[in-house]
């Protein structure tokens, strides 16, 4: 079976809506069906929200994010977020929120632990203490937030905290202190004492048998882990279908929910495979090519429909939306001056063309119901001067609604 079979298999459902309350000569003979939401959480980070765009470009900035979006990825790295202790960043980053969620984007919080970007100034306490603090700022983060901010990479790239040796931080210490695994836990727990409703992720760029065996560990514990969250940075180089999808087949035996959490494919040339550590490569110019980015177009459609194909993943996060963002790389879906890509067209076509329901005309059959097929999400029922609202999904794939 092919991808795009796979894709009308798994995500294409038939759904009926009753038109309630109406006689059948007073009902209208057609509804008009509007798709207005994607269930499968089609997003980028969203950072230029709270800092990183010029006023004069925010306007711009916030389209391309409605254009094409459903979900949005905002910024808790400590060190930034809190660079003076007890001054939180928390103002700038709940306005973004709050305009993400009102513009119809699922926000998530990235991330609430983490040994890099960290805060300097817990390098004054010890060990117990920080321990203390990490905790303390998941309950204070994750409290304040709840309603607005309901989903969270908890802890981030666990397999390499306890070994990391770039320079020395407070989490690294207490990652070693009480052990990775306990750290972990305690995260998890924090997190959901704190919002008991909130989906709670574990996040790793390391996707070899090292992070399977780490979540295998977590879970035989207990840990609350709602999704598994898949960093995928393809800076060395297109990581291809078959090893896109050996990842999922390998992370999908654990029964939760896959998160791509941080996609990149390139529209520059690639980094050498002798630096390891994509922090290390340093170039004062990195250019998007017009070869480049018709690549990048191909690839990312290609990879997207994979993905989409697969049931047991529910979103893909590009990382970043524009290019020299994320480690001065051509990675965006569009250019510096927010022009858009290929790449960006090319996944407005599949997430707004082909997996989408525009506008459409349905009759309203003899006993009532209006019966269509489309992609799990929320859609707009036009009954006459009537408009309703209605979510639908594989699993609920009917509803009513009045004829008024």
């Known amino acids: 079976m092919s991808i ?10 038939d759904f009926t809506v009753t038109v309630k309350g109406q006689s059948p000569n007073a009902r209208p003979a057609a509804a008009t069906i509007q798709q207005v939401a994607h269930d499968f959480g089609f997003g980028s980070n969203i950072f230029g929200l709270v800092r990183g765009v010029e006023a004069g470009e925010l306007d711009t900035y916030r389209s391309l994010i409605t254009r094409l ?3 949005g990825t905002l910024p808790f790295y400590w060190g930034r977020y809190e ?23 699922v926000t998530k919080g990235h991330p609430l632990c983490w040994h890099t970007v960290c805060a300097d100034w817990l390098m004054e306490y010890d060990n117990d203490t920080i321990l203390g603090k990490q905790l303390d ?21 666990v397999v390499i905290m306890p070994i990391f040796d770039k320079y020395d931080n407070a989490v690294t210490r207490i990652a070693n202190h009480i052990g990775a695994v306990e750290l972990t836990l305690r995260c998890f727990q924090a997190a959901r004492e704190a919002n008991p409703d909130a989906v709670l992720l574990i996040n790793d760029f390391d996707l070899s048998p090292a992070y399977e065996g780490l979540i295998e560990e977590l879970l035989e514990r207990g840990c609350p882990i709602d999704v598994i969250g898949l960093q995928t940075h393809q800076h060395h ?5 078959e090893k896109t999808l050996d990842v999922i087949n390998r992370f999908e035996r654990f029964g939760k929910p896959l998160h791509f959490t941080e996609t990149t494919i390139l ?42 194909s697969r049931p047991s993943v529910d979103a893909i996060v590009w990382w970043d939306l524009r290019d020299g ?20 067209e090319a996944l407005e076509r599949l997430i707004k063309g082909e997996w989408w329901l525009s506008s459409k005309e349905v009759p309203v059959a003899a006993d009532g119901t209006v019966r269509f097929t489309g992609t799990a999400g929320r859609y707009q029922i036009a009954i006459g001067d009537a408009r309703h609202e209605v979510h639908l999904t594989g699993t609920a794939p009917s509803a009513s609604v009045p004829a008024t």
């Open 137 to 157: 700022r998941i309950r204070r983060d994750v409290s304040r937030f709840k309603g607005v901010i309901d989903m969270w990479d908890v802890i981030n790239e």
């Open 4 to 13: 795009s079979d796979d894709i009308r298999k798994n995500r294409f459902h």
């Open 69 to 71: 979006w459903s979900f």
């Open 83 to 105: 660079p003076k202790e007890g001054e939180p960043m928390e103002a700038e980053t709940m306005a973004a929120a709050r305009w993400a969620r009102d513009h119809g984007l």
């Open 267 to 308: 529209s520059g040339h690639e980094v050498p495979k002798s630096i390891i550590d994509l922090n290390d490569y340093h170039i004062d110019e990195w250019p998007s090519t017009p070869e480049g980015e018709a690549e990048q177009a191909e690839r990312v459609e290609a990879y997207y429909s994979a993905i989409f």
């Open 325 to 344: 963002n994320w480690l001065g790389a051509p990675a965006g879906l569009v250019r510096r001056d927010l022009s858009p890509k290929p790449a960006y």
């Open 237 to 241: 180089g297109y990581h291809g279908i």
